[in-house]
């Protein structure tokens, strides 16, 4: 198995930018987390999804966030416009089943906004 | 909101000492599971507790889950090199609800 891929490794971009990461999850896998992870405040979970419909985005930080989930093989979460505070280190994870289920990582997607 | 912590927020070991890392919850929790991330890496699953007052056992890692099921510790027996990393905790809540709270995490230097 592949795990987790997520795209790309690190992204670097100026402020205003639009900023698109992508995440493929484990095969079978019917939930789907993405998460923040900075110095300052750990790891913040931003959305999951169930079977590619959004559970709670109530971590997304404001408006110029958005996550899709249009296949259960492919997830986007995209900064419009994105800001110096943003930078961070975003990740995707996936899971299969409710309670229990061990959550499995993607490598990160570095994120350095200028 | 649901919130849980972990002390301390770094450790330095020298290499051969015991390290302990502890979670505590403001909810009941329905399980903790225990994370590790090594530096520049990503956070890879160890272990899950459920059973109030639960034990486990990895090699040198003890894990425990408290009696109210709101804390849980982790102990690592003459710690190595390879430990180093961050140590996280997930809780995941009573509700039903299906999302995990991380921890704030313990990081972990080993000094050889």
């Known amino acids: 198995d592949a795990g987790v891929i997520q795209s790309p490794r690190h992204e670097v971009t100026e402020m205003g930018q639009e900023v698109t990461l992508r995440c493929k999850p484990i095969?079978?896998?019917?939930?789907l987390f993405w998460y923040r992870q900075t110095m300052m405040r750990g790891l913040e979970l931003l959305i999951y999804?169930?079977?590619?419909?959004?559970?709670?985005d109530s971590g997304m930080p404001e408006d110029r966030f958005s996550a899709k989930m249009p296949n259960a093989s492919f997830s986007t979460l995209k900064i419009q416009p994105s800001e110096p505070r943003d930078s961070a280190v975003y990740f995707c994870?996936?899971?299969?089943?409710?309670?229990?289920?061990?959550?499995?990582f993607g490598n990160g997607t570095r994120l350095t906004v200028t | 909101g649901q919130q849980v912590m972990q002390i301390p927020q770094y450790q330095h070991v020298q290499e051969g000492e015991d390290f302990t890392t502890y979670c505590n919850s403001s909810t009941t929790l329905s399980n903790i599971q225990w994370y590790k991330q090594r530096p520049g890496g990503h956070p890879v699953f160890l272990i899950q507790l459920v059973k109030s007052g639960e034990v486990k056992k990895q090699k040198r890692l003890t894990f425990q889950f408290g009696e109210a099921k709101k804390n849980s510790s982790l102990h690592i027996t003459a710690t190595q090199t390879t430990d180093v990393g961050t140590y996280f905790c997930a809780g995941q809540g009573q509700t039903g609800a299906n999302n995990l709270f991380f921890g704030t995490g313990t990081r972990l230097t080993v000094i050889p």
């Open positions: 994870a996936s899971r299969f089943g409710q309670l229990y289920s061990p959550l499995h």
């Open positions: 999804f169930n079977n590619n419909v959004p559970i709670d």
């Open positions: 095969s079978g896998h019917d939930y």
